[in-house]
């Protein structure tokens, strides 16, 4: 079985999103692919209760806890790849997780780690991108599902969806409407790849 690992920190409509798409396009039977976890560095994230809810394992890493650790960031990752590893992933996906990963980290599952950034990546890459596109005047906006590599929102781009920035528009109603697109492309992007890993 190729099992999927889903990083969270806060909603995580992306995650369900990704999870409603599973079960309707039926992966494990088209690809032989499951979501066999749902891993989150905040207990508080609204999307740990919903995955629970559907029966999927979660787990918390709690990125908080290693403040005081000598090297925060090194002791936080090893006990996410503790968790992930557990489950030998074909995919870890990165759904509005918001920790900056070191290159160890990006580079033990380089070719297989995708995130879901919310602007048309290369412009806008960070925080903010709603705001700053409206700022930029930008006439249109969007969301990219690239895979991740060490440089932060730099990753080969799989998919890319382009919504009008329409006048009037403030951050938040910009980032509903991109957010419904990235719905929509993020699991049409990981099909993609499951079927790539079937061929
Ligand atoms: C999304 O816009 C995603 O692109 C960004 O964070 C937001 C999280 O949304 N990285 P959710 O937690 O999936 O609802």
């Known amino acids: 079985m190729n099992n999927i690992v889903v990083l969270i920190s806060g909603g995580g409509s992306n995650m369900r999103a990704l999870v409603e798409a599973s079960r309707r396009e039926d992966w494990a039977a ?4 499951r979501i066999s976890l749902v891993l989150s560095n905040r207990p508080d994230a609204g999307g740990l209760a919903w ?19 000598p090297q925060p960031r090194e002791s936080f990752e090893a006990d996410l790849i503790r968790h992930i590893d557990a489950h030998a992933p074909a995919l870890v996906l990165l759904a509005g997780f ?5 290159p160890g980290f990006v580079a033990r599952y380089a070719g297989r780690m995708l995130n879901i950034h919310p602007s048309l990546l290369p412009a806008f890459t960070g925080l903010h991108t709603h705001q700053r596109a409206i700022d930029a005047g930008c006439r249109y906006a969007g969301a990219t599902v690239h895979e991740v590599t060490a440089e932060l ?17 403030d951050a938040d109603t910009l980032a509903a409407r991109v957010l419904s697109q990235e719905h929509r492309i993020y699991p049409q992007a990981v099909a993609e790849r499951l079927r790539q890993l079937g061929n």
């Open 30 to 33: 088209r690809y032989g692919a």
């Open 51 to 69: 995955a629970r809810e559907q029966g999927l394992a979660t787990a918390v890493v709690d990125h908080r806890f290693y403040a005081q650790a």
């Open 153 to 169: 929102d730099h990753g080969p781009i799989l998919a890319q969806a382009v919504v009008p920035v329409l006048p009037g528009d």
């Open 98 to 102: 918001m920790r900056i990963l070191t």
